[in-house]
């Protein structure tokens, strides 16, 4: 504060007396404005900020001081907490969704025209790669089984870590086995003679960039951390992993559960509702208590009783002291109600979704919220995509290839396989997440038609959004008007449209 505050002693020195109603104010020597008032508040050094940070820390010292911690928590309420348990399944359902990441092939020609065989074939591959027993190394996961618990994990654990296993063994040549995160030691600091430094277990050249993981070798029949000395570690190249997280701060090296700033509130609010719901339990026994006014103080006798609703004893010449506890009140509701709220804001997700609680909501405000909410959903979305789909399919790609998992029709009525030498054309694809129903059907299609007639977007990019692929869509609709054709059946139309001609019309009016 010492350049701020003789800055404002000065203005304050030279400022000028002013007069009201008669009296001369002048300005009191060395006060602090309300600027400077504002401005201090938060750097101050008082009884009310005396467990407030005072000197700020890298992300590197914060993950290495707190890691262990903040995950091991982080596990516990994921463990014990309603919330934190609802929580992980928003991710999952609103991220992964429940068939994953799903793929759409775009292979062109040189000349930028669609090559449908071949994004069908690669497409049609990619389905069998991702069946259980294929994709997962224990083969004890589907595709969309591992991306919903690589969801599960990064938003629990706060990262995820799989390493690319190939072999030529293996049904495609390539398969993902996920490590718990706990194998990478957030302790783990060393120089090594090559020049390059681990941090966080993680090996950086010069440029900071990973070069190698350094996985925990323990015995899995070891429980919790393995902490203290003779640590043993296996070094992966980091080609061979994929480590998925969430990068919040500069310099940042491993990943921090998402759910660190509400695992305090979520903790204290579980026991609170515990408590709660003992002491109603209690109340609800209707208990009371004995008071013997001529016992002798020193008998120790006691006299047990159950609580059992409805029931007492014979009291005889004791005199009887009711207990009758207030519980549950009605403030609880909004107690919890507010608590809730504060934890929901800490998880980034709507309260109404996290807490069930759809009561003091309407149509406007519901479809508001739900319309910010996917936003963020598509945001997550699109950093999965990245961080691990993009990851995986161009490994995968080149392992099916040069296994000629991927066949397409040839002429003469067997199959053959992609060549491999167009790997960089096939490369081209896009990978979408699940999409949610539309808040007021009518309304959006509505507005998707008159955005399609005024040339603002195309049907492609709508039936993208919808997370349907446009070449299946048409394709689908294709078979499904010969199909509708060739039973002479006609579909009921909206009011207005202009009638379909059948085949049988078409063929009568040729005659």
Same mark, same amino acid.
């Given at each position: 504060?010492?350049?701020?505050?003789?800055?404002?002693?000065?203005?304050?020195?030279?400022?000028?007396?002013?007069?009201?109603?008669?009296?001369?104010?002048?300005?009191?020597?060395?006060?602090?404005?309300?600027?400077?008032?504002?401005?201090?508040?938060?750097?101050?050094?008082?009884?009310?900020?005396?467990?407030?940070?005072?000197?700020?820390?890298?992300?590197?010292?914060?993950?290495?001081?707190?890691? $262990?911690?903040?995950?091991?928590?982080?596990?516990?309420?994921?463990?014990?907490?309603?919330?934190?348990?609802?929580?992980?399944?928003?991710?999952?359902?609103?991220?992964?969704?429940?068939?994953?990441?799903?793929?759409?092939?775009?292979?062109?020609?040189?000349?930028?025209?669609?090559?449908?065989?071949?994004?069908?074939?690669? @497409?049609?591959?990619?389905?069998?790669?991702?069946?259980?027993?294929? /994709?997962?190394?224990?083969?004890?996961?589907?595709?969309?089984?591992?991306?919903?618990?690589?969801?599960?994990?990064?938003?629990?654990?706060?990262?995820?870590?799989?390493?690319?296993?190939?072999?030529?063994?293996?049904?495609?040549?390539?398969?993902?086995?996920?490590?718990?995160?706990?194998?990478?030691?957030?302790?783990?600091?060393?120089?090594?003679?090559?020049?390059?430094?681990?941090?966080?277990?993680?090996?950086? $050249?010069?440029?900071?960039?990973?070069?190698? /993981?350094?996985?925990?070798?323990?015995?899995?029949?070891?429980?919790?951390?393995?902490?203290?000395?003779?640590? =043993? /570690?296996?070094?992966?190249?980091?080609?061979?992993?994929?480590?998925?997280?969430?990068?919040?701060?500069?310099?940042?090296?491993?990943?921090?559960?998402?759910?660190?700033?509400?695992?305090?509130?979520?903790?204290?609010?579980?026991?609170?509702?515990?408590?709660?719901?003992?002491?109603?339990?209690?109340?609800?026994?209707?208990?009371?208590?004995? =008071?013997?006014?001529?016992?002798?103080?020193?008998?120790?006798?006691?006299?047990?009783?159950?609580?059992?609703?409805?029931?007492?004893? $014979?009291?005889?010449?004791?005199?009887?002291?009711?207990? $009758?506890?207030?519980?549950?009140?009605?403030?609880?509701?909004?107690?919890?109600?507010?608590?809730?709220?504060?934890?929901?804001?800490?998880?980034?997700?709507?309260?109404?979704?996290?807490?069930?609680?759809?009561?003091?909501?309407?149509?406007?405000?519901?479809?508001?919220?739900?319309?910010?909410?996917?936003?963020?959903?598509?945001?997550?979305?699109?950093?999965?995509?990245?961080?691990?789909? @993009?990851?995986?399919?161009?490994?995968?790609?080149?392992?099916?290839?040069?296994?000629?998992?991927?066949?397409?029709?040839?002429?003469?009525?067997?199959?053959?396989?992609?060549?491999?030498?167009?790997?960089?054309?096939? =490369?081209?694809?896009?990978?979408?997440?699940?999409?949610?129903?539309?808040?007021?059907? =009518?309304?959006?299609?509505?507005?998707?038609?008159?955005?399609?007639?005024?040339?603002?977007?195309?049907?492609?990019?709508?039936?993208?959004?919808?997370?349907?692929?446009?070449?299946?869509?048409?394709?689908?609709?294709?078979? @499904?008007? @010969?199909?509708?054709?060739?039973?002479?059946?006609?579909?009921?139309?909206?009011?207005?449209?202009?009638?379909?001609?059948?085949?049988?019309?078409?063929?009568?009016?040729?005659?």
């Amino acid at each position: 504060m010492g350049l701020f505050s003789s800055l404002f002693r000065k203005q304050a020195e030279h400022k000028p007396a002013r007069r009201l109603a008669g009296h001369i104010i002048k300005p009191k020597s060395g006060a602090m404005n309300v600027g400077e008032r504002h401005f201090a508040d938060a750097a101050s050094n008082n009884r009310l900020t005396a467990s407030w940070a005072v000197t700020p820390t890298t992300v590197d010292a914060y993950i290495y001081q707190h890691w $262990n911690s903040l995950v091991a928590r982080s596990r516990d309420q994921a463990e014990k907490s309603d919330h934190a348990r609802k929580f992980l399944q928003l991710c999952r359902d609103n991220i992964a969704g429940p068939n994953g990441f799903n793929l759409q092939s775009q292979v062109k020609d040189p000349s930028g025209k669609a090559d449908s065989i071949a994004s069908d074939a690669i @497409e049609n591959a990619w389905h069998e790669f991702s069946k259980r027993g294929v /994709y997962e190394i224990t083969r004890s996961m589907s595709r969309p089984d591992v991306e919903r618990l690589v969801v599960t994990t990064v938003a629990r654990d706060g990262e995820c870590f799989a390493i690319k296993r190939r072999s030529k063994n293996l049904p495609h040549g390539i398969a993902i086995q996920l490590v718990d995160p706990v194998g990478l030691d957030p302790t783990h600091f060393e120089t090594l003679n090559n020049g390059n430094r681990v941090k966080h277990g993680i090996e950086f $050249n010069s440029d900071e960039q990973p070069v190698a /993981y350094w996985f925990r070798d323990w015995d899995e029949r070891q429980v919790g951390y393995v902490l203290g000395t003779g640590k =043993k /570690y296996q070094r992966i190249a980091a080609e061979d992993v994929i480590h998925v997280f969430v990068v919040e701060c500069i310099g940042q090296k491993r990943g921090l559960p998402w759910t660190r700033t509400a695992l305090f509130r979520m903790r204290n609010l579980a026991a609170f509702e515990d408590a709660a719901i003992i002491n109603a339990r209690i109340g609800a026994s209707k208990m009371g208590f004995f =008071k013997d006014t001529d016992a002798d103080p020193d008998d120790t006798d006691d006299l047990p009783m159950d609580a059992e609703p409805g029931v007492f004893e $014979n009291i005889g010449s004791r005199e009887f002291q009711q207990w $009758n506890p207030q519980f549950p009140e009605q403030s609880i509701e909004a107690f919890t109600r507010s608590c809730l709220r504060s934890i929901a804001v800490g998880l980034g997700v709507s309260y109404n979704n996290l807490a069930g609680d759809l009561t003091s909501v309407n149509f406007s405000s519901i479809r508001q919220g739900a319309l910010d909410e996917r936003e963020v959903w598509k945001g997550l979305q699109q950093f999965f995509i990245s961080a691990w789909c @993009e990851q995986l399919y161009p490994e995968w790609l080149q392992m099916a290839l040069l296994m000629e998992k991927i066949r397409v029709p040839t002429k003469a009525g067997g199959s053959g396989a992609l060549p491999f030498i167009k790997l960089d054309k096939y =490369k081209q694809a896009a990978f979408t997440g699940r999409r949610w129903s539309w808040i007021d059907p =009518k309304t959006e299609v509505e507005a998707n038609a008159i955005a399609i007639g005024q040339k603002l977007v195309s049907r492609s990019e709508i039936i993208r959004q919808m997370g349907g692929d446009p070449d299946d869509v048409w394709a689908e609709c294709q078979r @499904e008007e @010969e199909a509708l054709d060739a039973l002479g059946l006609v579909p009921d139309l909206l009011p207005g449209s202009p009638p379909q001609p059948t085949a049988q019309d078409a063929s009568t009016a040729a005659e």
